[in-house]
């Protein structure tokens, strides 16, 4: 019994606690490992990110690791060729402004509800304000309209 509570909870809160995210990273972009090897001229690159501190960020800390075992002695053509930056990212004001934008667009949904409620309201009691005359009606109040400028 206590197994299958503990595989539940493993299962529940596994991806919860794989969700957080780094504000801070290292990221590093080199060119790819056949360039330095085969000498050839190819423009494709590679990123590398890892979190590490802002004084680690370098080629020997975040990028050789990973690809040490495929250099085989070449790091000091490889390294010099790689851009590595650190970089630091807020993700609470990022929470902070999709929250606020959700916020807003409910709000107009909401408005844009009411209104439609409110329509058929408004709608119900049209109330004329311009009456069609007859063409013998439009003549004699020309012909008044005549009169009283003499």
């Not at 809160?13 to 780094?22: A, D, I, K």
């Not at 501190?53 to 690809?67: A, D, Y």
């Not at 329509?119 to 004329?128: A, G, H, T, Y």
Request: net charge negative; proline share 5%; with cysteine.
């Amino acid at each position: 019994m206590e197994l299958n509570i503990y595989i539940c909870f493993v299962l529940i809160f596994s991806p919860v606690l794989g969700q957080f995210y780094e504000d801070r990273r290292c990221r590093c972009i080199c060119p790819s490992l056949a360039a330095v090897l085969n000498n050839s001229m190819t423009t494709d690159r590679r990123f590398y990110t890892d979190n590490v501190p802002p004084i680690k960020c370098n080629c020997e800390n975040v990028v050789l690791p990973k690809v040490s075992t495929e250099l085989k002695g070449h790091e000091l053509e490889f390294c010099p060729r790689c851009d590595c930056h650190f970089e630091i990212r807020n993700t609470t004001v990022i929470k902070v402004v999709v929250i606020m934008v959700l916020w807003v667009l409910t709000l107009l949904f909401g408005y844009m509800g009411f209104l439609l409620c409110l329509d058929p309201l408004i709608n119900k009691k049209k109330v004329k304000f311009y009456q069609e005359h007859s063409s013998e009606e439009a003549r004699t109040l020309l012909m008044q309209g005549e009169d009283v400028e003499d």
